[in-house]
């Protein structure tokens, strides 16, 4: 759902609210109309979570990205390294001949 929604649900309930104070529901639409308020913000209560949990995502997203990266780039240092005592070794073997 968007704002636009969330501000319409909003306003749907202020409307049931102020229509309940006033009298205007009969006493056995009390029930109809109570559940319908309370599904509306039940909506709205659960979007406001899934546009939380999305907001968390690109977080963890990018948090795994540089974790890769950080692996990536440990992983050419060990191979740079790997590669600098073999020309070492095999210089040393070229020498004591």
Do not use: Y
Not at 37 to 44: G, I
Not at 64 to 69: C, G, Q
């Amino acid at each position: 759902m968007t704002e636009v929604h969330n501000d319409i649900i909003d306003s749907v309930v202020h409307i049931i609210d102020t229509c309940a104070e006033r009298g205007a529901f009969k006493g056995k639409e009390l029930q109809g109309v109570g559940n319908i308020r309370t599904a509306l913000q039940e909506l709205k209560r659960r979007d406001l979570e899934n546009q939380q949990e999305q907001q968390i995502d690109p977080v963890a997203q990018a948090i795994e990205i540089a974790r890769v990266e950080a692996d990536k780039v440990r992983m050419s240092e060990k191979k740079k390294t790997s590669t600098r005592s073999r020309k070492t070794t095999e210089e040393d073997e070229g020498d004591s001949f």
